[in-house]
């Protein structure tokens, strides 16, 4: 298994830190580091060193040396950004780690208009919170060194202005009412941006689907079967990456 990855505001020239704090105690007493084990330090933004823990002190106290040169994660090609409507529940959460465990590179929840779930006031700054959060931790526990970034709420104008800057935009959608492509075969770019929308438990509406399509998006299936909106962006975001060999 590769080695735990731990997260620091900045990364040092120097060839030892201390980590401390909330990552110090996860690595001290939760995962029970010890002198001698690597790790891998990043900013969650690309920039990421490997080192050996030297010493634990106490509870919340490791310090780590021998680090090497800071390196940088290049950004993949093409990059996918998952527009995802929003769930119910935690399931928001769900589709977040899922979705940075694979390996997405941005999410844009999007309040549609057959969402149930509102991201209103306190509460909707409570909620984009443990969105950002989960995709840090889901980076962490996924060995990532390049987090996704999870955008501020975007309206339906806002996620058409994404689609229309793509160099590939599509919509999953199944309707017999409306024809739509597989998406396991449509054509992708090699490089570029690839933004796909996630729809609500209660679909895309038409209003919504037209604007989308408006904009230049393709309107796409995944397969057979429907979908929940919480594990269709984590299967098609599987999908892209196998096809445009970022998973190779």
Known sequence: MTAPVFVVEELPD????????????????????????????????????????????????????????????????????VVQALPKGDRGEVAVETMTETGVDAIVPWQAGRCITQWK????????????????????QSRRVLFPQVADLATTKQVAALLAAADFAAVLHEDRDHDSEPLATVELPGEGEIVLVVGPEGGVSPEELAVFTA??????????????????????????????????
């Open 14 to 81: 120097a060839p030892e830190l201390v980590l401390d704090g909330p990552e110090g105690r996860h690595a001290v007493s939760v995962k029970r580091l010890r002198t001698g084990e690597e790790v891998v330090l990043t900013d969650g933004r690309g920039r990421w060193a490997r080192g050996v823990v030297r010493a634990a002190e106490g509870k919340d106290r490791l310090v780590v040396g021998g680090l090497d040169p800071v390196r940088e994660e290049r950004t993949p090609a093409p990059r996918i950004t």
């Open 121 to 140: 006031g306190d509460r909707g700054l409570k909620s984009l919170a443990k969105w950002r959060g989960t995709a840090r931790e889901a980076g962490k």
């Open 215 to 248: 904009a230049g998006a393709r309107v796409c299936r995944l397969g057979p079967t429907v979908l929940r909106t919480s594990t269709a962006g984590t299967a098609a975001t599987a999908l892209l990456l196998g096809r445009t060999g970022r998973w190779s």
